[in-house]
């Protein structure tokens, strides 16, 4: 699996632009995407991802994040 573009953990997403629609996505990684076809990014640099001023953000990962942490018992 390959590593995050920010930081050594494993990269869980891969973000793409659309600069003529003005949109990024955020799609599960494969693992073996070369380069050019997005940015690498883990859980957590996705998560705190936020496109640019009036562009929209399409989530189209799988696996969506808990937004608050539960405890078992």
């Known amino acids: 699996m390959a590593s995050c ?3 050594p953990h494993h990269a869980t997403s891969l973000l793409t632009y659309d600069h003529a ?3 990024a996505f955020l799609d599960d ?3 073996d995407e070369p380069t050019y076809q ?3 990014l883990c859980e957590h ?6 496109p640019p001023l009036g562009w929209s ?17």
């Open 5 to 7: 573009l920010r930081c």
């Open 21 to 23: 629609g003005a949109c």
């Open 29 to 31: 990684a494969r693992g």
């Open 38 to 40: 997005g940015l690498r």
């Open 45 to 50: 640099h996705a998560g705190r991802f936020s």
């Open 57 to 73: 953000l399409v989530d189209r990962r799988t696996v969506t994040p808990a937004l608050f942490a539960t405890r078992d018992g």
